[in-house]
């Protein structure tokens, strides 16, 4: 069964960091381009980062560039968002999705993560 | 960055059909054939419909139907159903080398 499981989110303060991961398992990740993106509540999708299959290309949506930090780890079919000086703003439903070519498909069902004092 | 512009509401009667239009530049849809349209039930994940402006993934009814033109994309849902009503996103990838969604689209079945 092809499955995306991300982990990590949760409760930080303004200006706090979290790392979220994405497990993943039941097809190739290494020859994915894998995203993230996330959902504010209430509110539509947007696209945050994505990073290639040997992790060399890496991009990202302006409001998280400098701030945010996306790797991955082949061998252990893992994807990384690493973030920094988190903002009330970043306050969403984060979602990993894989890219075979250019839609998002697989999705994992998500992580909330609140940006609160 | 800014998204694709999408109606915010569109609604029809059991068997009838609508269509969702999705309006971007020549800097996203209109410079490239990397339109995908996404559907999402409340609380769950976004599911790929439509991708390549017009590819149906296997599994996809087909009642549903990508096309575009100049710098709008559309999705059409013929026959609608009960099980259609959920929101859409429309998604294109952008010479910034970057993605950019819709503003999304809630669709009610009356």
């Known amino acids: 069964e092809v499955q995306l499981v991300e982990s990590g989110g949760g409760l930080v303060q303004p200006g706090g960091s979290l790392r979220l991961s994405c497990a993943a398992s039941?097809?190739?990740?290494?020859?994915?381009?894998m995203h993230w993106v996330r959902q504010a509540p209430g509110k539509g999708l947007v696209w945050v980062s994505r990073i290639n299959t040997d992790g060399k290309t890496i991009n990202y949506a302006d409001s998280v560039k400098g701030r945010f930090t996306i790797s991955r780890d082949n061998a252990k079919n893992t994807l990384y968002l690493q973030m920094n000086s988190l903002r009330v703003e970043d306050t969403a439903v984060y979602y990993c999705?894989?890219?075979?070519?250019?839609?998002?498909?697989?999705w994992g069902q998500g992580t909330l993560v609140t940006v609160s004092s | 960055q800014s998204v694709l512009t999408q109606p915010a509401s569109v609604s029809g009667s059991p068997g009838q059909s609508i269509t969702i239009s999705c309006t971007g530049t020549s800097s996203d849809i209109g410079g490239y054939n990397y339109v995908s349209w996404y559907q999402q039930h409340p609380g769950k994940a976004p599911k790929v419909m439509i991708y390549?402006?017009?590819n149906r993934p296997s599994g996809v009814s087909n009642r549903f139907s990508g096309s575009k033109s100049g710098n709008t994309a559309s999705l059409t849902i013929s026959g609608l159903q009960a099980e259609d009503e959920a929101d859409y996103y429309c998604s294109s990838y952008t010479s910034s080398s970057t993605y950019v969604f819709g503003t999304g689209t809630k669709v009610t079945v009356l």
């Open positions: 039941g097809f190739t990740f290494s020859s994915y381009w």
């Open positions: 390549d402006v017009t």
């Open positions: 999705a894989g890219v075979p070519a250019s839609w998002f498909d697989p």
